[in-house]
C-alpha cells in the first residue's frame, strides 16, 4: 500500500514538504486554516495597488529555494528590488545606503510575493495533493494496531487519517497542538518533552499599517528604511512603489509601516484608528506633513510575526522519539523568519520522513 502523509499549515515550509514528498511519489493532504496559501507571504489588493503586508522580499542566495525560484518556477515577473535599505535615526536623520548590506539581491515578484506560494502550489501534482481549506485540526490520535495518525477537529469528528503528519504551524502552536494531542499518542512523555522544547521560542508581535497617498507624491527616499533603534515604535517603512510600476500604477504611493516588537505588543488591541493614528505620529520626524493624509489605511495584526530564538529541529524530532509527527517551521532554522529557511525547514521534515520509511 502508499504510504500518505498530512501536511498541517500550507505556507513556505508545508509547501517545500509537499513538493519533495509528491516527487518521491507519496501522496499528500495539506491542511490549512486559512482561504489560501502561503501564510505569512502575503499580498493583498487595495484600491487597485498591490500590497506585501506580511513577508517584505526574498533573499534565498545560496539556498534550496534560489535554485527553485531561478531554474523551476517561471521568472517572467521576478523582480530584483534595485532601490536600497537605509538606516534611520530617531531624530529623522536618513543615513546613505551601506554597500556591504546591499551586495546581497533583494527579489520580490510583479504582483505580490504571494505569487511564489501560489506557483509552488499549483506545481503540485494533481493526483497526489488534496488541499484542505477552512480547515482546522484541533487534536491528533495515533491508532494501536493502525500504525495512522487520525487528524480530528474541534467536536472530536475525524478530518482525516495519514501513516506520519508533517506539523509547521509556528512553534507555540504547534505546542498547544502536541499538548492537546499528548494523551492520545503512543508516546505521551516524549511527546510532552517535546512540547518544553517548542514552548521555549516565543514570537514577535508585529502591527503592519498599509497606506496609501494619491499622487503627486515624493520620489522615495528608498525602497525601505529601517531604525537603527530596534525599540523605536517604527521599526521598518517599505515604499511599495519601488518595487514594480504594478504596486501603484497611478502614481500614487503605498507605504508600509511595521510597528517594533514592545509598540505592537502594547498595541494589539487597539481600535485600527488608533493604530493608523499612532503610525502617523511616528511618520513625522522623519517627513513631516508629507504623509499626513493618506486616501486609505488598513491595519494587519500578525500574532506570529517573527520567531524569537530557535530550537533545534534534531531536539524536537529526536529518531529515538519513533513519532510518526514531524515538527518544523522557521523556528527550527538557525535564520529564523526568512522564507528561504521556512522551505529548507519543510524540505528537512520530507526528508525524515522519506528516511524513515
Known sequence: MT?????????????????????????VTIYEKSRGV???????????????????NLKPTGSALADVIENELPTDDLVRIMEPT???????????????????????????????PKMLAEQLPAEQTTFRF?????????????????????????????????LTAPAPQAADLLGDSALKLRHTQQTLERVRALRMVEYTYCLSVLLGYAPPVPPAPAYALLAEDRGTPLL???????????RAPNGEAVLIAQLGPLFSSLCYGEADET?????????????????????????????YSQPRGTVRFEEVNAAEYESP????????RPENGRIHQAYASGLEAAETIRARW
Open 134 to 166: 477552512e480547515t482546522r485540526i484541533h487534536r491528533l490520535e495515533e491508532e494501536i494496531g493502525e500504525n495512522q495518525v487520525v487528524l480530528r477537529g474541534p467536536d472530536g469528528e475525524e478530518l482525516g487519517r495519514a501513516d506520519a503528519v508533517i
Open 86 to 116: 537605509r538606516l534611520y535615526t530617531n531624530d529623522g536623520t536618513i543615513w546613505p545606503a551601506d554597500p556591504e548590506r546591499e551586495a546581497e539581491p533583494k527579489y520580490t515578484y510583479r504582483n505580490g510575493l504571494t505569487a511564489l
Open 275 to 303: 493604530i493608523i493614528g499612532r503610525t502617523l505620529n511616528e511618520l513625522r520626524p522623519l517627513f513631516g506633513e508629507i504623509y499626513e493624509q493618506p486616501t486609505w489605511a488598513q491595519v494587519k495584526r500578525w500574532k
Open 236 to 246: 521598518w517603512l517599505a515604499f511599495e512603489q519601488t518595487k514594480a510600476p504594478e
Open 3 to 27: 504510504r500518505s502523509v498530512a501536511i498541517i499549515g500550507a505556507g513556505m515550509a508545508g509547501l517545500a514538504a509537499a513538493r519533495s514528498l509528491t516527487e518521491a511519489g507519496i501522496p
Open 38 to 56: 502561503g501564510g505569512r507571504v502575503a499580498t493583498r489588493r487595495i484600491e487597485g495597488c498591490i500590497v506585501d503586508h506580511g513577508a517584505q
Open 325 to 332: 509527527i514531524i515538527v518544523c517551521g522557521d523556528a527550527l
